[in-house]
């Protein structure tokens, strides 16, 4: 399948060729021909590109934007799925948590309840929006072992076919609150995974970082900004980091 990336602060399993567009392209880039073939479409968001930098709180437009781009794919008829992080950040919002309530203890348990009580909120949310655009949403929280048992996996192909059948618009995220190993696999990762498993055409990793960088923009002032990757070879992989929580 294809990658579009929205600003890229994707790992490196994941960067392939394609080109680099910042979050305000997606209105333009949704309408482009190369959108007209494409029949099942991924659309991934991270956190940082979900909320306010200055507080931390939702950002409703960007939202708005999101949804009602996706809703407009839907009724074209393409079979639309999206995976958004956010949970822990909203958990961690919802409950007004400070850098002192978390220590190497509750680390874990702390994140994991986050992430129970931010997914309900954040599909609340999401819901509300999809709502006014009438398509129905779904969610689909996933684990590595989703991928990694064959029953599992053959499920939860099925359960995506038959949504698409049905119109809805799958929304996933990873099921942080069940095993600590859940809280390593990126949604990056993850939504290349699920764009592969469901025979997806297309990947659009919608990203905080206005394109991809030969390093880090917000720690080396000298990274500079790369805006075609016309052929994937090793010195792109290099420029892979882990996920920025974009
Ligand atoms: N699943 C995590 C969350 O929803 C985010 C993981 C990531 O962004 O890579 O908070």
Known sequence: YTVIA?????????????????????????????????????VKIG???????????LDYIKLEILVREL??????????VLVTSGAIAQGKKTLKLKEEDINDENRIAMK?????????RLMMTYERIFSEYNPISAQILITKNTFLDEVN????????????KMGVIPVVNENDTV???????DNDTLS??????????LLILLSDIDGLYTDDPRKNPDAEFIEIVEELNESYMEMGKGSTGS
């Open 112 to 120: 994991q309840a986050c992430a129970a009580i931010g997914q309900a």
């Open 47 to 57: 956190s940082s590109s979900l909320q306010h930098p200055e507080t931390g709180d």
């Open 192 to 201: 290349a995974i699920v764009a592969a498993m469901i025979d997806a055409d």
């Open 153 to 164: 996996r053959y499920n939860a192909h099925n359960t995506f076919s038959q949504l698409f």
């Open 6 to 42: 929205f600003g890229v602060s994707i790992t490196s399993q994941v960067i392939t060729c394609g080109q680099v567009l910042t979050f305000s392209d997606i209105e333009n880039v949704m309408n482009r021909e190369y959108i007209k073939d494409k029949k099942r479409i991924v």
């Open 179 to 185: 095993a600590t190993y859940e809280l390593e696999l």
């Open 71 to 80: 809703c407009n794919l839907r009724n074209q008829g393409k079979d639309v």
